[in-house]
């Protein structure tokens, strides 16, 4: 190349190099079209960040935990007193625990009757039968102007049920089951009390779920002193925790 451009007259030497130099440039242009890093004016990129919206799930699981009011500090009696049942065990609290010991009956009365809600609440609790055979949660609680209660463990330790409905107990009506409980094992308790209904779990079972028109409500003698909201155990020792209650 050197040598057939210096033995050109210098006319086409030149036109030479402009044909090189136009090839060149274009060259570079296609070049700058084609790659971004060669572009002349990159994108900008905002720095400004766009928060998620919370999460509507979150958000109303918090709305739900907070309706829920703590009937328990698991440090002390306070808000209950132990149920005056003759022959009852003693009543007790330990790590967290609201214990109560085999007795005749042994049970622990709610005191401040007016922040209870009456109607349209749920209330919930965990319990354990820790030694015994019979109901371990015999939890009594108002419906309106009535009381009732709901059963769990009792008659030899496998009655599930309200007591009473239509003058019949947690062993002989229409909300009456029969289910195993191990002792030493927690159970979560949940009642849901409304103007047509009353319901409740264990654990993730419904076990009742009472239309409520058209029924007598009521609840054995042995309980009277459990009104308006008490928890009772039957020759059971019994550990109760986690007792909560909310209005719906």
């Known amino acids: 190349m050197k040598k057939h451009l210096h033995s050109c007259p210098p ?14 440039s274009t060259a570079f242009l296609a070049l700058a079209i ?8 990159p994108p900008k990129v905002s720095k400004e960040r766009t928060p998620n919206p919370p999460s509507k799930t979150a958000g109303q699981a918090g709305q739900d935990a907070a ?7 698991g440090r002390t009696l306070t808000g209950w007193k132990e149920t005056a ?18 007795g005749v009956m042994t049970g622990v009365t709610w005191t401040n009757e007016h922040d209870l809600p009456r109607m349209d ?32 463990g009792g008659w030899g330790g496998g009655v599930v049920g309200l007591s009473s409905v239509d003058n019949e107990d947690a ?3 229409e909300t009456t089951q029969y289910l195993n409980f191990e002792n030493g094992k927690w159970f979560a308790i949940r009642v849901k009390v409304t103007k047509s209904r009353i319901e409740a779990w264990i654990d993730s079972d419904r076990v009742v779920n009472l239309e409520t028109e ?10 009277e002193l459990s009104k308006p909201l008490g928890i009772a155990s039957w020759s059971t020792a ?10 719906l």
Not at 214 to 223: D, M, N, P, Q, W
């Open 11 to 24: 006319s086409r030497w030149v036109s030479e190099r402009k044909r090189l130099n136009s090839l060149i």
């Open 34 to 41: 084609s790659c971004p890093l060669f572009a002349a004016d």
């Open 67 to 73: 309706k829920w009011q703590s009937l328990f500090d």
């Open 85 to 102: 049942f003759a022959g009852r065990g003693a009543v007790k609290v330990e790590n967290g625990k609201l214990i109560l010991e085999s």
């Open 121 to 152: 609440y749920e209330i919930s609790l965990e319990a354990m039968r820790v030694d015994g055979s019979d109901f371990f949660c015999g939890l009594t609680f108002p419906v309106g102007p009535e009381p009732c209660s709901f059963i769990v």
């Open 171 to 173: 062993a002989h009506n």
């Open 214 to 223: 058209g029924k007598k409500l009521s609840i054995r003698a042995e309980v």
């Open 238 to 247: 019994a550990a109760l925790r986690n007792i909560r209650v909310r209005r």
